[in-house]
């Protein structure tokens, strides 16, 4: 019974030794919006904004039901119920600018500290959250409703809580 048992031991050991060798198609990854994602990409960013411009990176433009070679600029509306996204890509799916709106999302710490900090015992009621991207570069803005009493604020902060006019 032992003599069985070793040689069945060794003979399941030695049938794993024959492995196969598969050779696989080479997969050519491309990540044609990297520009976008790091001009809007910032750590703060609430979940469903970073999303939807995930989302905006990823989009396929060409093989989209739309897509024809006939033109150059194509403009594609994404949409949440908290905000939306306007992209214009070029005919090769590159994004060339966006207009971004989301509203009444939660504000990043600076900006939250920057208000706080400014108008002590004013409570934030709604804010705006702007995007515009164009050419590897974005310009983002906060557009936020204080309140005090019967007393309203209306204030505009850039994506590092740097107050501005």
């Known amino acids: 019974m032992r003599k069985l048992i070793l040689g069945l031991l060794i003979f399941g050991l030695t049938s794993q030794l024959n492995a196969q060798v598969i050779e696989l198609e080479a997969v050519e990854l491309t990540a044609v919006n990297y520009k976008y ?8 960013v609430p979940v469903p904004v970073k999303m939807l411009q995930q989302k905006v990176a990823e989009f396929d433009l060409k093989n989209a039901e739309f897509y024809t070679d006939e033109y150059d600029l194509y403009e594609v509306r994404f949409f949440i119920p908290e905000g939306k996204i306007l992209a214009a890509y070029n005919k090769d799916g590159v994004i060339i600018r966006t207009a971004e709106r989301f509203k009444n999302v939660k504000l990043p710490e600076m900006v939250r500290f920057a208000v706080a900090d400014r108008y002590p015992g004013w409570e934030i009621e709604k804010d705006v959250y702007r995007v515009d991207y164009y050419d590897g570069d974005s310009n983002r803005q906060w557009k936020v409703v204080l309140t005090k009493g019967d007393k309203k604020k209306r204030v505009k902060l850039d994506g590092y809580g740097k107050f501005l006019k």
Do not use: F
Not at 37 to 44: I, P, Q, R, T
């Open 37 to 44: 994602l790091n001009a809007v990409d910032s750590k703060e």
